[in-house]
Nanobody, 123 residues
């Protein structure tokens, strides 16, 4: 059974930083594109970042470029989301997702999803 478990969310002041982790099990982690999505209250879930299987290639949405970084450690079956210079509009539940295909991973139709972790940025 595939599981993705996010951790690291919490409450932080604007301008602060958080690092989220997503640990995978039950899948050949290195075979999957990993992505982070977020969903703010009253809004649709949106793509944030993705990273290729080897960790070399990454994709970002414009609103987080220069502030958020995605990385992965295939030996630990874990993907990370480093969030710096956080803004109140970054407040959302953050989800990690896994799919073998990039186009599916970044469009919200990934095969596997975590349960989400809440990030709240106070002004």
């Amino acid at each position: 059974q595939v599981q993705l478990v996010e951790s690291g969310g919490g409450l932080v002041q604007a301008g602060g930083s958080l690092r989220l982790s997503c640990a995978g099990s039950g899948l050949t982690f290195s075979s999957y594109v990993m992505a982070w999505f977020r969903q703010a209250p009253g809004k649709e879930r949106e793509f944030v970042l993705a990273i290729g299987r080897s960790g070399v290639s990454t994709w970002y949405t414009d609103s987080v470029k220069g502030r958020f970084t995605i990385s992965r450690d295939n030996a630990k079956n874990t993907v990370y989301l480093q969030m710096n210079s956080l803004k109140p509009e970054d407040t959302a539940v953050y989800y990690c997702a896994a799919d073998r295909v990039l186009s599916t991973a970044v469009t919200g139709a990934a095969d596997y999803w975590g349960q989400g972790t809440q990030v709240t940025v106070s002004s």
